[in-house]
């Protein structure tokens, strides 16, 4: 998806969702906004990585179920205190795929807490080589390292400490 | 192959597609039977997905924070220019009220201006309802997503179903025992104006609240009802507003109307 598609995506059901949100699960203004934003962002995941049909159900379709799981599974967290007699039984009995959703959801969490606890450089030096996609000597001449092996031993350390911090300490490595 | 350095860089150059045919081949045997090792790529896959992904959803999020940035930004410049517009509405009505002999030289001079300018001008204004008939929009009405308990949200359901089917009076009489939110507001307005009532009293009260998600279509609805008057400085006025705002969800029949009327922004 372009950035002006998920702009138009984005502004054209922006008040029929917080207006929904808001109905439906009783949120504020800003906190309805703030669903909207994650169910947005998990929406455009998903259609990047091929795993919405938008042939088979329409955007909005998905948009509104995400938001629904996303809500559930806030409300499961405990980060709202909505009683669950205050839902309409409709929303509670909607079969949904809430498991993968949290699954993914709590994985995507421990990578942002672990991205977090990096230092400037060592996050950078990550995002350069795994969501820009440069080459080692392109990041040592950005980053100011003597030459492409120091770079990729940087690189190799600010993993490892993500991993660690994730919990999947274990590198790949031969015995 | 051991240490962390060598053992790393074998399972990412494997995972990237850089490993040599024999290296690839050797590795992938050794994948075959050693279920530690195998972990340990899947382990490295998944983190480095989530990586790419969370990367990805910042950027996404970032875009996002911008464009609501710049709805607030348009937000206010388009309150401001509404509240002005209003006020001018009300100052002009007033001195419609008090009409000196002074005010009427000068609507008389105004006049002859405009007859100067040249002929088109003096028809325009003619040609307005027939636009405003031209150009109206049949709302649809509410769907309902979720069923609700609340009677207020069962009256409002029944209000939009008079609405759908043309019981206009029922609709009104619904709509008017509901409290005054921007959605009542907004079909009272339109059930109004379908029945040749005067609706700017409600259309005005949402365009006035800021953040209205109802806002740009009250923009063009008083605008057709500007035009149904033959205010065509008002309705012009009120066109032009609504270029500045971002998707209006009646873009394309703006500059339609723009191609009938002559109005350049």
Known sequence: MTDQEIEHLYLQHRPRFISWAGRCFRLGAQDALDLYQDAIVVFVRNVRVGRLDLAACTPPTYLFAIGRNLALKRLRDGKRTLAPDELDDELLSVPADLDELMREEHHQYLVRNGMARLSDREREIIRLYYFEERSMAEIASMMGYKNADVAKKMKHVSFQKLAEFIGKAELPQFA | ?265
């Open chain 2, 1 to 265: 192959m051991s240490g962390d350095g060598d053992g790393w860089d074998m399972l990412e150059a494997f995972h990237e597609g850089r490993l040599s045919d024999a290296e690839r081949v050797m590795l992938e045997e050794r994948l075959r039977t050693d279920t530690a090792l195998a972990e340990r790529l899947a382990n490295y896959r998944d983190t480095r997905r989530a990586i790419e992904q969370g990367f990805a959803d910042e950027q996404v999020r970032a875009m996002l924070k911008g464009v609501e940035q710049r709805c607030a930004e348009d937000g206010h410049r388009i309150d401001h220019e509404v509240r002005s517009l209003l006020l001018e509405v009300e100052r002009r009505e007033a001195g419609r009220l008090r009409r000196s002999h002074r005010l009427r030289w000068s609507i008389a001079a105004a006049v002859i201006g405009v007859l100067a300018v040249g002929a088109w001008w003096l028809l325009r204004p003619k040609e307005l309802p027939r636009l405003a008939a031209e150009f109206g929009v049949q709302e649809a009405p509410l769907p309902v997503f979720m069923s609700a308990e609340r009677s207020s949200r069962v009256v409002l359901d029944e209000a939009m179903q008079a609405y759908d089917m043309g019981h206009d009076a029922e609709a009104l009489d619904l709509l008017a025992d509901l409290s005054a939110s921007d959605t009542v507001l907004f079909y009272t307005a339109l059930v109004r104006m379908r029945t040749g009532q005067d609706a700017a009293a409600e259309l005005d009260a949402i365009i006035a609240r800021p953040g209205s998600p109802y806002q740009a279509k009250a923009l063009y609805h008083r605008m057709i009802l500007a035009m149904r008057n033959s205010d065509a400085a008002l309705a012009e006025r009120l066109w032009r507003i609504q270029l500045a705002v971002p998707r209006h969800p009646y873009h394309d029949r703006l500059e339609e109307l723009a191609a009938e009327t002559g109005w350049k922004p």
